[in-house]
T-cell receptor, first 113, second 114 residues
């Protein structure tokens, strides 16, 4: 089954404790992206990747890192999380243009205390 | 600057009555337009899209949307709401002049009353 898998589904952490949210897709998509969803703001793009070893900043990259060492995986790293990064995070993937149909993961609800 | 505005943050309808979700965009260029739906505790799913051609677009689950360039709108409609339509809906716009970047509206939460 074609899918984007994110883990964990829920995460509670404390300020400053490094964490990683994993994302994996099985559709051989070149394009992958991370979004955060906050009430009333829709989804805002954090980082995206057009292919292996190619990543670019989205609208709200501050405080986040990503890597794309393999085509299927695109982890999101918070080196020193802060409370303003409490949010619902989604990973998505797509065919090369990155702008047609996006396939989304089920989301990761992060709370930073 | 390009932007997307969903005019209603919440819409409440009775089962069997029409649904209208409004979306306006701001751009000097013709965009590509999408509607996504998000059911509780799920990721987003594409409902329909407009790129070129016919301005009335039909999607899944009985939804359709009409692109009106003169009004810079892309409203989503469904003739008869079903309980399973309760979800959050996002209007999404791609502006080619902005490097094909996707911009999401703020979302409209739909409540369907029995």
């Amino acid at each position: 089954e074609a899918q984007v898998t994110q883990n964990p589904r829920y995460l509670i952490t404390v300020t400053g404790k490094k964490l990683t949210v994993t994302c994996s897709q099985n559709m051989n998509h070149e394009y992958m992206s991370w979004y955060r969803q906050d009430p009333g703001l829709g989804l805002r793009q954090i980082y995206y990747s057009m292919n292996v070893e190619v990543t670019d900043k989205g609208d709200v990259p501050e405080g986040y890192k990503v890597s794309r060492k393999e085509k299927r995986n695109f982890p999101l790293i918070l080196e020193s999380p802060s409370p303003n990064q409490t949010s619902l995070y989604f990973c998505a993937s797509s065919t090369p243009t990155g702008t047609e149909k996006l396939f989304f993961g089920s989301g990761t609800q992060l709370s930073v205390l | 600057a390009q932007s997307v505005t969903q005019l209603d943050s919440h819409v409440s309808v009775s089962e069997g009555t029409p649904v209208l979700l409004r979306c306006n965009y701001s751009s000097s260029y013709s965009p590509s337009l999408f509607w996504y739906v998000q059911h509780p505790n799920k990721g987003l799913q594409l409902l329909l899209k407009y790129t070129t051609g016919a301005t009335l677009v039909k999607g899944i689950n009985g939804f359709e949307a009409e692109f009106k360039k003169s009004e810079t709108s892309f409203h989503l409609t469904k003739p008869s709401a079903h309980m399973s339509d309760a979800a959050e809906y996002f209007c999404v716009v791609r502006f080619k002049a902005a490097g094909n970047k996707l911009t999401f509206g703020g979302g409209t939460r739909v409540l369907v009353k029995p």
